[in-house]
């Protein structure tokens, strides 16, 4: 964090905004807002609120500069993921040029650390991400790195679960690795979607397969699928591995003109095919963390408390307030709105229109505030909670 100085105008670093004020007007905001006592935080979405692809939209960086100058707490709350906190705030803050804390980074497959001690000496199967990155992070995470499966080490190992290898069996040759003692014998106790699959046809199968399976061992079918005298027809009732998503996602927002298909897209076509495959009796159960899910905000929560005590050890007042700044209506604002229900703290949401919200549309959950870009989101936001006005970003 930076250190707290009363800065004038013309001594303000570039970008921490109080454009547009007049000159005794910019002094007071900025006394006052570093003067002020903050009950309140921000937790922002990435892609199509500060980025696009890896390019910063306008007044991004602006944005947060004002919040770290002024000791305003923040989190970074996104659905993305495919690497460690660290990595990623690292890599977040070199495309900003500026300093962002892995305390204060939460992705998409954070809260997959709450599940580590159930699982950390069990076989998993992880899905998503480039190469060998799942393996790593799952390592990372605290799991068994010795019993920790790729879909390319079982494609390596098993060529011909692959329907259609042709496309892609180099890449899985290229980046599988097995244990010379794995076989179809080894229970899969659960498999983690780390990141949107690349592979999905192999990663569809991969997932059929454990999920009919006799007691989560490859290359065996429960005799309890379809006993219509059982739970769920029989369905998952045989010790097979339950699924862990990590974004409910179904696009995001890329360089692309229109939205990406992303995990929740992938997730969408696997139960298809299970409904398909279950003639529509069974309902796939899995589990699910990323937003809009309580799971994630909640987790949101706890490391906001962790990272203000830690940077404000001495503050007179505890986070009340979180504004959800976000441009994903299905994810950002809805999980806003379902965590001020459940949540002692109060959830607002600013909607931008910078990424996948078209603006002059409804969207389906509707924010409590709707503005062009996060500086105007937080400009509105700080105004409601401390009547100061923080200005047009200067650029620079």
Known sequence: MEEETTMLPEECPPGLGFDGLSLNGAKRAIHDLQNATHDFAFAFDIDGVLMRGKTPLSGAKQTLEILQANAIPFILLTNGGGLTEADHAKRVGERLTMSI???????????????????????????????????????????????????SDI???????????????SYHDEHGNIADDFSH??????????????????????????????????????????????????????????????????????????????????????EGIWAQITKGNSKLQSWTCGKPTWTTYEFAEQVLREYHTKTKPD??????????????????????????KTSELTWRSVLVETGVHEAGTEPAYIPTETKANVWEAVRWAVKQETNIDIGEPIEG
């Not at 005298?229 to 692309?256: E, F």
């Not at 441009?327 to 950002?332: A, H, I, Q, R, W």
């Open 101 to 151: 804390d892995e305390d204060q980074f939460v992705q998409s497959h954070s809260p997959f650390k709450l599940v580590v001690e159930k699982f950390k000496n069990e076989w998993i199967v992880v899905l998503g991400g480039q190469k060998t990155t799942a393996k790593e992070l799952a390592a990372a995470y605290g799991f068994n790195p010795d019993k920790i499966i790729s879909s």
């Open 155 to 169: 494609a390596k190992h098993h060529p011909s679960i692959h329907p259609f290898p042709e496309i892609s069996s």
């Open 185 to 270: 014998e080894k229970q899969i106790a659960a498999v983690f979607v780390f990141s949107s699959p690349r592979d999905w046809c192999l990663d569809l199968q991969v997932c059929l397969d454990l999920l009919l399976s006799s007691k989560g061992k490859l290359g065996t079918r429960s005799p309890l699928n379809g006993d219509s005298s059982l739970k769920n027809h029989g369905y998952q009732q045989d010790k097979q591995p339950k699924i862990y998503w990590c974004n409910p996602d179904v696009q995001w927002a890329t360089p692309h003109a229109t939205p990406r298909l992303a995990q929740g897209g992938f997730r969408a076509a696997l």
């Open 315 to 340: 503050a007179k007042q505890s986070i009340k307030t979180v504004y959800m700044i976000g441009d994903n209506p299905e994810s950002d604002i809805r999980g806003a709105i379902d965590a001020d």
